[in-house]
């Protein structure tokens, strides 16, 4: 009986991988991705360890300790009320975090759902769009202050205001994949079928929609990070004594020639940040174009 060839890898060969075990190597061969995911793990893990490695509590001031420059007591120095800047910090990523998450699944979901029924009927096409571009008219943070004037300070008001914000791009790239993809051979033979549209629309649409989706997520998440600290800086985002690097930095810009550590380390978690995300988006998006893949 004649064994199977094997190849220099070890595996036999015409062996196949998984798509999940194929994304997951071009993934590792990947440099941006790499760089941006590591960069987004470290800013991840001090968010969801802040409790822990935070040596002060972020609210608590002494007024004995303030405008202290960074030394072993403090990393980062201290404020202008005597709190330590690297609590602050570390529970000001948490918040930026949990709005970057929420603005990111509501403006995939929002995208989702009008994107889809805009691309896939022509009647719906024109008044859907047309909201859309409206929308993107206004510059993005004058938009996100104007609907923070109606709501009012709160970190569900910024949250649903940048989802406001930044789902229309998100429609308008879903719309754009359906529209190329519902003219395809594959999806008029199952209309030819008699298959349903919510049968058409989630099972082989949407699938074809899937990467410039996920890439637009993690560009959404950099912009609501970057939106959110801009709303907190101008005061219309979440209220103080909540820690946000937004409010650290307004609260710091005053003391920029005597202490300037105020604003530097926010400043540099918010710079990190949005440069993992960029990073991993643009990762993203080399591995998931099929044109990239050779």
């Given amino acids: 009986m004649s064994e199977p060839s094997v190849s220099l890898g070890g595996r036999p060969r015409g062996f196949r991988q998984s798509p999940a075990r194929q994304l997951l190597g071009r993934l590792r061969g990947n440099r941006l991705a790499v760089s941006g995911f590591s960069l987004l ?12 490695l935070s040596p002060y509590d972020p609210l608590t001031m002494t007024v004995s300790d303030r405008m202290q420059s960074p030394s072993a007591a403090h990393l980062m120095g201290t404020d202008n009320f005597g709190r330590d800047v690297f609590s602050r910090v570390l529970h000001g990523a948490r918040l930026s975090l949990e709005v970057g998450v929420a603005v990111m699944l509501l403006t995939v979901g929002v995208g989702v759902l009008f994107g889809l029924v805009s ?7 024109g008044p859907v769009m047309r909201v859309m571009d409206a929308m993107m008219a206004f510059p993005a943070i004058l938009f996100g202050i104007a609907i923070m004037a109606v709501l009012g300070p709160k970190t ?19 719309r754009a994949s359906v529209l190329a993809t519902k003219q395809l051979d594959y999806v008029e033979a199952v209309r030819a079928q008699a298959a349903g549209h919510l049968r058409i ?7 074809n929609c899937l ?43 005053i003391y920029m020639q005597n202490a300037p550590w105020i604003t ?3 400043g540099l978690a918010i710079a990190i940040t949005v440069l993992g995300l960029n990073l991993a988006g643009d990762g993203l ?8 893949k050779t």
Avoid: C, K
């Fill in 264 to 266: 530097i380390f926010p």
């Fill in 41 to 52: 793990l470290l800013v991840f893990l001090a968010a969801v360890l802040a409790g822990i």
């Fill in 119 to 125: 691309g896939y009927f022509p009647r719906l096409d």
């Fill in 285 to 292: 998006r080399d591995i998931l174009d099929p044109r990239m």
């Fill in 156 to 174: 569900v008001n910024v949250v649903i205001a940048l989802s406001v914000v930044y789902a229309p791009r998100t429609v308008r790239i879903v």
């Fill in 211 to 253: 990467s410039p989706l996920v890439v637009q997520a993690t560009f959404n998440f950099a912009y609501a990070v970057l939106a959110e600290a801009s709303l907190s800086f101008v005061g219309a985002g979440a209220p103080p004594p909540t820690p946000s690097w937004g409010n650290i930095l307004s609260e710091g810009r």
């Fill in 201 to 207: 629309l989630f099972r082989h649409i949407l699938p």
